[in-house]
C-alpha cells in the first residue's frame, strides 16, 4: 500500500519523506494588508449606522441567495455585514487554507489509519480521526474503514469541489482515493493552478467555468467527472476502473460549517444543504454528490432528526464530538485579522454547542412560503429545545482547547443539561494528537 501525498506543482513525494515545502500560510501572512477587512467592515458599519441587511438586498445574480438563510452563522453574517467578505477575506483565506489544512487533515486521516491498520492504536474505540474524504467528516478510529466503505465501496475516487459564490468559479478541488475503505492517496489544488484551466474534452469549457456553464449541479457534476476521470487515469492508470464521485460545495457552505462546534450539526447542514431543492423548494442543491453514494441516497432521503442520528451513528457511535478546528488555521486568520477573528469566530465558539437531542429537535424556518422571503424574523426563525449549551467555559476549557477537538459520552439519548459534561469525556484531542482520559 502506498501512501501518497500529490503537490501542488504535480511533484509526488512520499508522505514519511521532507517535504521541504513553502509555508502558504506564512507566505500570505507576509504578503496580506492586515486588518484590511476590518476596516472595510467598519465602513460598511458607519455607513449603514446600525441598520442590518436584509434578504432583499442580497442581488438576484448570486446563485447562492437563497440558501443563505439555511445556515444560522451565514445569516448572521451577512446581516452585520453583506457578503462582500465572500468576495474580500475567503480568497486570500482559500489558497492557503485549502492546501494547508487540506494536506493537516489528510495527512493525519492517512498516519491515523495506517495506525490502526497496523495495531500501533491502542484505543481506536476513542480516537477521533477526519475522513480523507471529505476532510470535513469526523470518524472514529474503530469505525472509520467501515463507514467509508460502505460509502464509497471497495474502490474510489471522491473529489470535492469549492466553488466561489460570487463568481461562480471553481476555488479549488482536493481529491482523495479509499481502497477497502483505507485512504491511501490524495491530491489539492488551489485557485491559482494550471489544472483549473484544464477543458473540458467534448465541450472545451475550462474546469473552473463549469459552475456558470452548467444549468444545475448535477450538469455541473457529470462534466467535472468526465474531465476529472482523465485527469485521475493519466496520474495514476492501475485505477482507471474505480468508481469515482464528485462533492460540490459552495464557499458559504463552507462558513456554515466553520462556526459549527457539534459534528452532529455539522451533519445537519450537510442534510440542510443537500435536501435544499426538494425539501425546501429552493432552486438547486447547495451540496451535492454526482453520481450519489448509495447509502447517502438512502440516508438523505429520510428525515433530518434520522439523518443526523444515523450518519452520527455510523462514524462516531451515536456520541457527541467538537470538531478539530486547526491551531494553524486559527493562527493564520487571527495573523490576518484579528479583529474579525475575535468577534465573529471567536464569539461564535464561545456560545457553545448543541447537545445531541437539541439539534435533533430542530425546527427550520418555512422556506417553501413565499411569505417568509418577506420577513426577516421569519427567515431566521430556526428552533431549537431549551436548554444550555455545551460552552467552552462549562468545561473549564479555553477556546483553544474547546477547539482541539473532544470525545464525549453523550448521546441523542441524553437529557440537556441531566449530566455534567466534564465528567462524560472520553478524549481530548484528534488523529494522532489524541489523549485518552
Known sequence: MK?????????FLSLYEDLNEVDLLEQKIKEYDKGRVKRLVDDIK?????????????????????FFPLSRHLWRVYKEIGYTFIDDFLPDLSDALIYDVAKLRLDDAIQSAKNIVDGNNKYPEKTLTWSVIPPVLALRGDLAQGTMKLIYGDSCDVSFIGIFDTQNEILGIFNGHVEDGVPVDWWVVGPDDGLLDRRHRKLGIKLKDLPKKSKNIQEMGLRLIETLKDVRNERTPEWATSKYVVGMLYASGVVSCLFEPSTWEVFGQLWNGINAKRIFGMNDSWFAFTPMPQLLNMFTLLDRPEFVSKMSGLS???????????????????????????????????EGAFWPKQTLGYTAPDFKNKKT??????????KYPKGERITPESLGMTIQEFTKGIYFDISHETEPGSVDPTEKIISKGWGMDTTIV
Open 373 to 382: 422571503y418577506k420577513s426577516e424574523e421569519a427567515l431566521c426563525d430556526w
Open 3 to 11: 501512501f501518497w501525498v500529490y503537490k501542488k506543482k504535480h511533484v
Open 46 to 66: 458607519l455607513g449603514r449606522n446600525g441598520k442590518t441587511f436584509t434578504y432583499g438586498e442580497i442581488t438576484d445574480d448570486l446563485v447562492t441567495k437563497r
Open 316 to 350: 462516531i457511535d451515536h456520541k457527541m464530538a467538537i470538531q478539530l478546528f486547526e491551531e494553524q488555521a486559527q493562527n493564520y486568520a487571527m495573523e490576518l485579522e484579528p479583529e474579525i477573528y475575535f468577534e465573529y469566530f471567536e464569539s461564535y465558539i464561545n
